[in-house]
């Protein structure tokens, strides 16, 4: 069954300095990987996915990811943190099933804190 | 551009009630998936529809069930509603030449009192 597991509940960053969001993924066969971001009340939105090609994927608002096959990690990272980025941080993996309709399954979330 | 749209976006209900969601897909998108977020939770998948069919099935109740209709908008109908049902209800759509990504809604925040 594939799974993604993102290790840290929070994390905190001072604006203005780089951030990275950890996610480790467990997967059969291809990776599909996504990053959603959620802000308070509202629903969530999409960053950026890995599908195939480039390991380093780009993304809305700044963000990127870069996927790692040995590592089997799909990190979330940012040049320079701004205090609008804080929210709560989703990796996702797409489930490998056949049917085109195939559910997203999400990791337990991180929520990013910028400090100003 | 056109998103997903839900309806309606917050709704309250007595237990034993009966509820139902609405979600209306991207224009042209084929598929539909529902999302139950419990407070403090990661969105858990339901079910979802592609061409009006039942695609996949997740964590649904008994109680709730679900349809695609011929205009591709889906609806969920939950009915004897619990107090653990309360939590955030997203739709989300996509197309197959969409690369797999899911677009999602705003979510539909269900209280049961």
């Known amino acids: 069954a594939q799974s993604v597991a993102q290790p840290e509940d929070q994390v905190n960053v001072a604006e203005g300095n780089p951030l990275t969001v950890k996610c480790t993924y467990s997967?059969?066969?291809?990776?599909?990987l996504f990053w959603y971001v959620q802000y308070p009340n509202r629903g969530l939105q999409f960053l950026l996915k890995?599908?195939?090609?480039?390991?380093l994927v780009k993304g809305s608002y700044g963000f990127e990811a870069e996927f790692n096959k040995s590592q089997t990690s799909f990190h979330l990272k940012k040049p320079s943190a701004l205090v609008s980025d804080s929210a709560l941080y989703f990796c996702?993996?797409?489930?490998?099933?056949?049917?085109?309709?195939?559910?997203?399954?999400f990791g337990s979330g991180t929520r990013l804190s910028i400090r100003p | 551009a056109a998103g997903v749209i839900q309806s309606p976006r917050h709704l309250i209900k007595e237990k034993r009630e009966t509820a139902t969601l609405k979600c209306y897909p991207i224009?042209?998108?084929?598929?539909v998936y529902w999302y139950q977020q419990g407070p403090g939770q990661d969105p858990q998948f339901l079910i979802s529809?592609?061409?009006?069919?039942?695609?996949d099935k997740g964590s649904i109740p008994d109680r709730f069930s679900a349809q695609q209709f011929s205009d591709y908008h889906s609806e969920l109908n939950m009915s004897s509603l619990e107090l653990g049902d309360s939590a955030l209800y997203f739709c989300?759509?996509?197309?197959?030449?969409?690369?797999?990504?899911?677009?999602f809604g705003p979510g539909t925040r269900l209280t049961v009192l």
């Open positions: 989300a759509s996509s197309h197959l030449s969409a690369g797999y990504e899911q677009f």
């Open positions: 997967v059969s066969g291809n990776p599909y």
């Open positions: 890995y599908i195939t090609g480039d390991n």
């Open positions: 996702a993996v797409r489930d490998s099933g056949y049917s085109s309709a195939s559910k997203i399954i």
């Open positions: 224009p042209r998108h084929d598929t």
């Open positions: 529809f592609y061409e009006k069919m039942q695609s």
